[in-house]
């Protein structure tokens, strides 16, 4: 699930993309880190309001450090939903850099708590 992680953080980082669609894919990223946390623990998180609920569980997994990762990228996955869905240009180059350096930020996190919690999942 890294390689995915890797994938959608690489587009994220397209000069020819614009904002909204940087910012589409670094919200991806997040996400999908919050999943690998999520799925590392055992759990999954499923049904019609999964990423609001990926956001909410993972603090629970993870302890108090990633609640801040956990609040930051729940209303990255609001103004997400506004952009891809009633708007476009809700988004500016500094917002898609604030949410890069918050996954990022927590790529670190994650697997350092990867490393302690679960090191057979480490391959990469």
């Known amino acids: 699930m890294f ?3 890797r994938i959608a953080l690489a587009d994220s980082a397209l000069a ?3 904002a ?15 999943k690998i946390a999520v799925r590392a623990s055992g759990y999954r998180v499923r049904g019609g309001e999964n990423h609001r609920d990926m956001f909410s569980v993972l603090p629970w997994v993870m302890g108090s450090d990633a609640q801040g990762f956990a609040d930051a990228v729940d209303a990255a996955r609001k103004r997400r939903n506004a952009d891809l ?3 476009a240009g ?15 930020g927590f790529e670190e996190l994650l697997r350092t708590w990867i490393e302690y919690r679960h090191p057979e999942l480490m391959q990469n």
Do not use: I, N, P
Not at 20 to 34: C, K, M, P
Not at 90 to 104: I, K, M, W
């Open 16 to 18: 020819e993309q614009s």
């Open 85 to 87: 869905y009633d708007a």
């Open 90 to 104: 809700l988004v500016d180059e500094g917002d898609v850099t604030a949410l890069l350096a918050r996954v990022t």
């Open 20 to 34: 909204d669609g940087r910012y589409v894919d670094a919200y991806t990223a997040g996400f999908l880190l919050a």
């Open 3 to 5: 390689e995915r992680y």
